[in-house]
C-alpha cells in the first residue's frame, strides 16, 4: 500500500464562516455527482441507450430494455440517475422518461453540432491513467500520448470531430485569404497531429480537387484513419503516414494544419521551423488551438476549467515527455503561441478566428 504523509500534523484551527462552508459542500456534492454520472453517460452512448429513448419517445425501462437488449433492472436505476442528473426527463403518473430534443442533440446526435457524450472517454482515460500521471508529478518525466489508455483516442476523435463538422469548412477556413480557392482548385494539404483523421477527412470530403496528407507519431491511430479513409472511399486522395511534427514530408504544401496539438508538443518552436520548410513560399500554416487568454485569472472559467484539467492529466506531460519539453500547456494563449510561430520564422501571425472554444491562428512566412 502507498505510504501516506505523516498524520502528525496539527489540525489547522481557523474561525469558519458556516455559510460560505455549506455553498462549498453544495458546489462539491454536484461535482461529485457530475463525476459520478459520467460512467452512466459512457454506458448510455455505447450501448445505445440514448439513441433508443431519442427515436422511441416516451419509454419506460422495461421498454427501453427491450429495444437495446439489455437488462431492465439495470436500465431501471440507469434512468433514476440520468433523471435525478437533469439529463433525460421523468414522468411520475406515467413511469416513463424521455429525452427532449436538446437533450437528444448532446447525447444521441453524434452527427449534429452539440454531441458531447464522447467527452466521457476523454475524462475515463484521465482516470485510467491518474497513477502514471501522478509518477509523472514526482519525476518531471511526464506520459507521452501513447502511453494513454486507448479510450482517449477514440474519445479525441470524436469529441473533436463534432467542432470539426460544425466549423472547420463552414468558418475556420473561409477565415484565412485565399485558401479556400486554392482548395477548390486543388492543393496540397497536410494535416499534421490527425489523430483518426477526422479533421482530414472533412477537408477532403468539402474540397474532390485536392490531395491530403495526414501525419501523426502514433501508428495505431495511423491505422485508424487509414481505414476510416478507406471506409469514406476517399484512399486514393487521402494518405496517412507516420511522422512527427518535425520530421513530416511531402512538401511543398499548400496548406499546414495543426489541430489543437501545437501546444501538445515538446518542441513546438523547432515544429514551426519545420512547417517552414515543408510549406510553398505562399502558403499557410493554420494553427486551431484550445481558446484562452493570456493570464491565468482570465481563464478561472467553466471552459478554463475543463481545459486546464485536460492540460494536466494530458497535454502538459505529454510535451515534457518530449525532447525539449517546453510544456505550453493547453492553456498558453495568443501571445505565447503566436511567439512559438514566429521563433519557428513566420512573421505573420495572427488570430483568423475566435471563438468560446477555440482560436484558429493565420500564420504566414
Known sequence: MEARQSSSRQP?????????????????????GAAMTGSLVMIGDELGLYRAMAEAGPVNPYELAQLTATNARMVQEWLAAQAAAGYVNFDPVAGTYTLDPEQAMIFADEDGPAFLASAYDIVAAGYRDEPRVREAFKTGR????????????RGTERFFKTGYKAHLVSEWLPSLDGVVARLEAGARVADVGCGHGASTLIMAQAFPKSQFFGFDYHMPSILAAREAAADAGLADRVHFERATAKDFTGGPYDLVCFFDCLHDMGDPAGAAAHVKEELKRDGVWMVVEPQAADSVADNLNPVGRIFYAASTMICTPASMSQDVGLALGAQAGRKRLGDVMREGGFNHVKVAVDTPFNMVFDARL
Open 142 to 153: 511526464g506520459l507521452g500520448w501513447h502511453e494513454h489508455h486507448t479510450c482517449l483516442f
Open 12 to 32: 489547522i484551527s481557523r474561525e469558519i464562516d458556516s455559510t460560505k462552508l455549506q455553498a462549498f459542500v453544495d458546489k462539491m456534492l454536484g461535482d461529485v
